[in-house]
């Protein structure tokens, strides 16, 4: 076991893996000789080389569409973006290339790529340094979407990702890269993609969250619980393959729902949640599914702590929903 | 690669020239005319085929049979092509089924993607032809990535990817020519400059005057070739691999042609252009020219076209008859193959559909305008 | 009156649109000289010229890249982007971008384009020529999106939208471009983007619906009512902003809800209304919320009419909620 | 544009000279040196008010003093600047008021953006100075289709746009170029190229030896300026301006100059060069250079240069204060200016938390890690 931040296990994945398998392969902007603005590929250019761990010229469709030939022809790249915000320039490759690769070739060509990048707010970032653009790749088949809330899931979940055989989305949440340690094993291990992880249970109310919003529902789910409320808390840890018998399991139970996401709300990823429940456990339901969640905005900058989910505002949610 | 197999019949005529053009031997300058052949047959025939309504898109490289096999004819088997859709006599060259491409425009039970892809939409990972995209200039970055790969991991091969004057502008290109030079990918960028986007011609695609140009912005070498000349394209082709080979990097071909047939089966090109301008072209018929240069070497005769031709004629025929007998893909082949393993919410989708649909009447309909 | 088609309606409204105002103008690929590979600009070349009706490079980033700066500048240009699948390399543009200018520059700055594009299946398009991105742009705060179901509102609604100070992701269901003919007054008109319309009222079962699919519903509908059932058909004509009140009037009437949508089902537009309804209403709901939508797939090409709702799958939904 | 009144006082020996350097006034050569020191005054104050912890973020423009100046000083009222966020100098010399910068890097209630964007996210139409976007190489291609309409409704105005080394590999440095070169748009392209983009060098960026060179596959004129000489600049951007004016199309100016300081505040050089490097740079300070070039003509003086700071100073410290003085913008600004008429949904997200949250302790915290 070792104390690490989610962003040291996430650098510790990747030397771990890049050791494991040559064919593992780095790539993005400053992650080279740099080692990553956020340094989360930090002295992996010193021990694995130039050819293995390459500083791009800044284009992130470039970034991506190499990755997808470079898998295509037998390595495993895992390029990064530097902010999710900037992930769009690449965003025909991945949602035309890379999530179709494998379907429209019938399974001849795969492109298994795992694409890391940090998002969201809290860091004081503004609109092009805080966005959380999840929904689009949940939304888009062919990817899977990962995301982690702790130091733990994010070595394990990294682990599976750079494993798999599908192209991954896994989105690190910035906000929380340095904000708390946690013991994590020094020895291999792997967290599957697919199960949600049920952080707390409860009977009360079921919030379902994920990244650094598990945080947030727990803060809140505490003062809940000096209410004398259990609240059940789901990290869903991944986003697509979505883990929808955990969910509805959690709300048959609770029979309340509430879902905490700092995406603008509107289509977001809380939405495909809660119409998730909608369409198959309503009959459970004894109360509204409320979305907590960013605004219809894009994000700001001096008042983004009004703008993103606050323990509060997920208080107030629980307290709604037992007094429906 | 040969398509007649009497390679034979026209040696002694042959043998009086001392020394055959790009040190090529007969048999291989056969193998490129029928190749050349078979691709004009090709489109020819599939055109017809969605004139007939028979299958419902069809995209011809009508008059750019040059720029096809004078490339993949320099490639070797290690090597890779990342292709637009307007290279099926690549496809065939390198060995591509009949077949299969047929398959493929029927989008039949046999399809290797079992109809999940458009008309014109090959893929093959045993001839390293890229599945294809629609989308202009993607292919050009994953190609570099490729190359970057091959060279990481040691191996000796070459990736050449084709995209057309429109790719130029696309995103992809710029980031795939600059790629490839920075890392000096081992990669050819064949630009099949056929003067239009559709409708847009090549003054309106860009105001650069010689595209292999477009080289100098990336430090790498570009050069502009006939590409209605086979042996002109096969030999820039050879200079092209031999720089990537010994690590020069990367080169820009730009082949200059003339798209001669419509854009696909859904354009009309009377709408922008004159006749006197595609007549003027055809005069260059890349066919046309390497069979007169193949006559002055006598390898050329006309019993030996038309029994090509005969033998090309028979193939596709039996290939269509074949594709067009097989049944639609079962409904099952819809939701699987987008992952590794099938998600729970698509399968979800599947039961719904399969359980319940299959006895209601669900009918197709609908036709492709571009 | 006029009797015309989708197609012609939309291209009627450029050329009134382009003749009421010199300041608007139209570009993108193929549009000039060919008048679109659809038609949609056919004529507005030889009326308006090669300023005003500009044949670009092959770039969508170029094409709605440049329309920001010539709405920043204050021209009213309408691009089109060839088919909804190639939007992808303007995607940058259009989130980062073309949605953020008023918001970010405090309305200093403002780009009220309005970016046409067809989308949707049904032409034996495959992959690449039958998309449904509507759910991207309705999660991108500052766009609004807008989908005409048949030719008057087409006509209308397009006028809005160029008339508008926002911009618009105006999106043409190609399947219906030709499918039909409707009466069409000749004079000017708009239909204002915001309310919904209800197609058909019923006391039954409310299905929400847009573009294409508003067909799909009256087939199923008309069968439904064979059996003596009312199906209320909402056609929500705008899906940002959203008619929130329209449909919630309509579920809290009929207590049962069902919306269609082309899309791949997970994250789609759909889930915002079921969320939606579940976050507002759910009191009211007698049965399950379905959504009969695309598939979690890449678009296929030869069993494209299994894949996109059919008239036979919106009315086994319609039984399933009525026999919950 | 002049920052300090007394201009008149070095005319004496100033007059000595027949003619002063590309047709400049006296007071015009002041005004390029006070602008410069201007710029670096305002870059090292906000950089300082950074690591003191009382702004969240800054980038400075250290070392490119020139390209800023030089450039923008070429300009007239009606053309237009689409800026990158290295430009500090250009907005201040376009007369976008200090306070009103100020007030960005705060984020406060008198920010025009009501603290929307972060600092160094300048707006100024008015000066037609274009929102900044953080996206790199976005206003390249926005800068053109601004050029584009003001060719269209035949209003006589340029357009310059500012980028860097790293902005060329970027989709819309592409896009930018060729609808510019092919829509023959007057349009400028000023190609900061100060050595790196963050921690990449321009040779990881891309293998042509001269940025200019990158015209060529356009079909542009492209010439490369020494970035550090303020009036080789102004110089260049006039003959741009020229060609643009006539209709001769767009120019891309490689200004080749040096990032001087760290990328931004979160940067840390020395992780990726040399300060050998720096301090080599260091030696053609464009401000010194330029400095050395007005002592010659016998305008500047040490006198001439510390009363231009202090006043400067004066004017930056009072800035500070009042921005720093003002509070957060109300909660109320967050819902507003997304469109033109507020949405029923953002209305009710804005109801919602303004009800019920404004009592709840909400907390500040986070900080930029670039
Ligand atoms: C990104 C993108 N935009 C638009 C289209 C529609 N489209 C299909 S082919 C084509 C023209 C391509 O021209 P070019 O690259 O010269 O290739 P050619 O067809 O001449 O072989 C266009 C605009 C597309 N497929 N992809
Ligand atoms: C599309 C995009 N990708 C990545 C970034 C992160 N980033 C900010 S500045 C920068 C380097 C820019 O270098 P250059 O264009 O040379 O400008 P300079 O900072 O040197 O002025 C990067 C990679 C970004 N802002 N936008
Ligand atoms: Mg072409
Ligand atoms: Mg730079």
Known sequence: MAEMTLLQAINTALHEEMARDEDVVVLGEDVGVNGGVFRATEGLYQKFGAERVMDTP????????????????????????????????????IVSELAKMRYRSGGDFTSPVVVRTPYGGGIRGGHYHSQSPEAYFCHTPGLQVVIPSNPYDAKGLLKSAIRGEDPVIFMEPKKIYRAFKQDVPQEDYVIPIGPANVVRSGTDVSVFCYGSMVQVAEKAANKASEDGYQVE???????????????????????????????????????????????????????????????????????????????????????????? | MSITQDQGKMSTT?????????????????AIYEAMLLTREYDDRCLKLQRQGRIGFYAGSFGEEACQIGTAFALREQDWIFPSYRQPGVALLRGVPLQSMMNNLFGNSADVVEGKQMPVHYTSREHHFLS???????????????????????????????????????????????????????????????????????SKQTSVECLADKAKAYGMTGIQVDGNDVLAVYRATKEAMQRAKVGEGPTLLELKTYRAGPHSSSDDPTRYRSKEETEKWLKRDPILLFQKELESLGIWTEAYEADVKASIQNKISEAIKVAESLPQPPWESLFEGVYSNDPQALMAQKEDILTHESGLELTNEGEFPL
Do not use: W
Request: overall charge negative.
């Open chain 2, 14 to 30: 042959a043998k009086q020239h001392q020394k055959l053009p790009e040190g090529l031997t007969e048999s291989q300058l056969k």
């Open chain 1, 233 to 324: 808390i789901v990290d869903l840890r991944t986003l697509y393959p979505l883990d929808i018998q955990t969910i509805l399991n959690s709300v048959k139970k609770t029979g309340r729902a509430i879902v905490v996401y700092e995406a603008p709300k509107t289509c977001g990823y809380g939405a495909e949640i809660a119409a998730t429940i909608a369409e198959n456990a309503i009959e459970y339901l004894e109360a509204p599914i409320i979305r907590v969640a960013g605004l219809d905005t894009p994000f700001p900058y001096t008042l983004e702590y009004v703008y993103m989910p606050h323990p509060a505002r997920v208080y107030r949610a629980i307290q709604d929903v037992l007094n429906f």
């Open chain 2, 132 to 202: 294809i995209s629609s989308v202009i200039g993607t292919q050009v970055i994953q190609a570099v990535g490729c190359a970057m790969a091959a060279k990481i991991k040691k191996d000796e091969a070459v990736v050449l990817t084709y995209f057309g004057d429109g790719g130029t502008s696309s995103n992809d290109f710029h980031s795939g020519m600059n790629f490839a030079a920075t890392f000096k990918a081992p990669c050819i960028f064949a630009l099949v400059n056929n003067q239009y986007a559709i409708s847009v011609p090549v």
């Open chain 1, 58 to 93: 800044l284009s992130e469709s470039g970034i991506i569409g190499s990755a997808i030939g470079m898998a295509v022809y037998g390595l495993k790249p895992v390029p990064e973006i530097q902010f999710a915000d900037f992930i769009y320039p690449a965003f025909d490759q």
